[in-house]
């Protein structure tokens, strides 16, 4: 029966929580598994309130990548505040954290900027940039200052083989904690892992969460036919994004990105289709070798990042297909790509031999308007004087900058040849 399972992992809550002053850490993504767990940690404080019982802190964490799709973006976000406002409007001990990636280290900072390769099974840079190290200093930085912290996954032995083999090896103590492996004085519960895919479900439909009802939730799985559950799991080897899963609209890993391509089927959504064909450009350039430089930015002659012309050719695009969005209403205020962002990818071009501040520029012809401190080597004088010599002599002023790039490449030995 499972009102027989909710009561018995209710209790165990209640037992583990009062058994120690360490604070909890519920990893929320807004997939079926992580909400479940979600909600049964709250009905628990609920109850121990009613008890008069004393709740120590629970941390709710969830991760934005950047890259989400759009739909999940508005989707987890609405979730968190709805979370956000319940436990203020009822006081209770918890917390929302919203963790993202340092701009330095966000996927178009990395891509555009510095012209890293989309991501493959061999090169999965994405994971450990946006979302492990966001996760993994947030929850170090609560060890440091509890001593130590117990993370509740919603992971389960029914979800895959695999899964229930990552289960089954795990080395657990008599509370049936096991160690991070990656984070010291961490330790990790899964809740529901004997529980059923029928389990999930049916508790999600018959017990509305506090905060509200699972619809929206129910209507995305439905349109993905998938599990839109990516875990904070801080293992590139997880199964955190894949298959049929609703990841980054981005993402390369997969060869295909099946929950998009359904959701393209359904009526009304049919707007993703540039997001769905930009992915596959990034994917199909990967191994355009002509699209890339012939060395490493370390000199190593091998295939190495994007060349700038490609990453100025991916920029453009990917402003125009922002505006074709905002312009449907399918946007709101939200953005593909964020100042921020435009700002440090305009720092990584420099550094590459873009003296007229490209980046900038299209951004600024999108609409965007970008707040940015000019720092170019070429002042506006010396510009209109570079422009007016090639005017002078018919000769393109697009031909002046790529040569100047291409001299700026070999001095810096990008292109050395051996």
């Known amino acids: 029966m499972l009102e027989t399972k909710i009561r018995t992992v209710i209790d165990r809550l209640k037992k583990e929580f009062l058994a120690d002053t360490r604070p909890w850490v519920v990893t929320f993504s807004g997939g079926k598994d992580s909400t479940t767990v979600l909600q049964l940690v709250t009905e628990m404080l609920l109850e121990l309130r009613a008890e008069k019982k004393q709740a120590k802190k629970v941390y709710i964490v969830s991760s934005d990548t950047g890259v989400e799709m759009p739909v999940i973006e508005d989707y987890t976000g609405n979730k968190l505040t709805q979370i956000d406002k319940?436990?203020?409007?009822?006081?209770?001990?918890?917390?929302?954290?919203?963790?993202?990636?340092?701009?330095?280290?966000?996927?178009?900072?990395?891509?555009?900027?510095?012209?890293?390769?989309?991501?493959?099974?061999?090169?999965?840079?994405?994971?450990?940039?946006?979302?492990?190290?966001?996760?993994?200093?947030?929850?170090?930085?609560?060890?440091?200052?509890?001593?130590?912290?117990?993370?509740?996954?919603?992971?389960?032995?029914?979800?895959?083989?695999?899964?229930?083999?990552?289960?089954?090896?795990?080395?657990?103590?008599?509370?049936g904690f096991s160690k991070h492996s990656e984070i010291p004085n961490a330790f990790v519960y899964s809740p529901v892992k004997d529980w059923t895919n029928a389990d999930v479900w049916t508790y999600l439909s018959k017990y509305p969460a506090p905060w509200g009802k699972h619809n929206d939730m129910m209507v995305l799985y439905d349109k993905g036919s998938g599990e839109a559950d990516c875990n904070i799991a801080l293992n590139p080897e997880a199964a955190s994004c894949g298959k049929t899963r609703f990841?980054?609209?981005?993402?390369?890993?997969?060869?295909?990105?099946?929950?998009?391509?359904?959701?393209?089927?359904?009526?009304?959504?049919?707007?993703?289709?540039?997001?769905?064909?930009?992915?596959?450009?990034?994917?199909?350039?990967?191994?355009?070798?002509?699209?890339?430089?012939?060395?490493?930015?370390?000199?190593?002659?091998?295939?190495?990042?994007?060349?700038?012309?490609?990453?100025?050719?991916?920029?453009?695009?990917?402003?125009?297909?922002?505006?074709?969005?905002?312009?449907?209403?399918?946007?709101?205020?939200?953005?593909?790509?964020?100042?921020?962002?435009?700002?440090?990818?305009?720092?990584?071009?420099?550094?590459?031999?873009?003296?007229?501040?490209?980046?900038?520029?299209?951004?600024?012809?999108?609409?965007?308007?970008?707040?940015?401190?000019?720092?170019?080597?070429?002042?506006?004088?010396?510009?209109?004087?570079?422009?007016?010599?090639?005017?002078?002599?018919?000769?393109?002023?697009?031909l002046i900058e790529d040569l100047m790039q291409k001299e700026h490449s070999y001095r810096h030995q990008i292109l050395k040849v051996a």
Request: proline share 3%; aromatic share 8%; net charge positive.
């Open 86 to 175: 319940y436990i203020k409007k009822e006081k209770l001990n918890m917390e929302v954290n919203l963790l993202k990636p340092k701009v330095t280290d966000s996927f178009w900072t990395l891509l555009l900027g510095k012209g890293y390769p989309s991501p493959n099974q061999n090169f999965r840079w994405c994971t450990d940039r946006l979302k492990i190290k966001p996760a993994t200093n947030f929850l170090k930085s609560l060890t440091i200052k509890n001593e130590s912290i117990l993370m509740l996954l919603g992971v389960r032995s029914d979800e895959s083989q695999a899964r229930a083999q990552s289960i089954e090896k795990r080395d657990e103590n008599h509370r």
């Open 247 to 398: 990841g980054c609209w981005v993402c390369t890993v997969v060869s295909k990105d099946k929950s998009m391509e359904n959701m393209m089927r359904n009526k009304g959504d049919e707007w993703m289709e540039p997001l769905h064909h930009f992915r596959n450009k990034l994917e199909e350039y990967r191994y355009d070798h002509d699209k890339r430089q012939p060395r490493r930015r370390n000199g190593q002659k091998s295939v190495g990042p994007f060349l700038l012309s490609v990453r100025k050719e991916f920029l453009e695009e990917l402003l125009e297909i922002e505006q074709t969005l905002i312009n449907a209403g399918k946007m709101g205020s939200k953005k593909l790509i964020s100042d921020e962002e435009i700002v440090q990818i305009q720092k990584e071009w420099l550094n590459d031999g873009d003296f007229f501040e490209t980046a900038i520029t299209m951004s600024n012809q999108a609409g965007r308007l970008v707040d940015y401190e000019s720092v170019k080597s070429f002042n506006g004088q010396e510009k209109k004087f570079i422009e007016s010599i090639c005017e002078k002599n018919n000769i393109p002023v697009k």
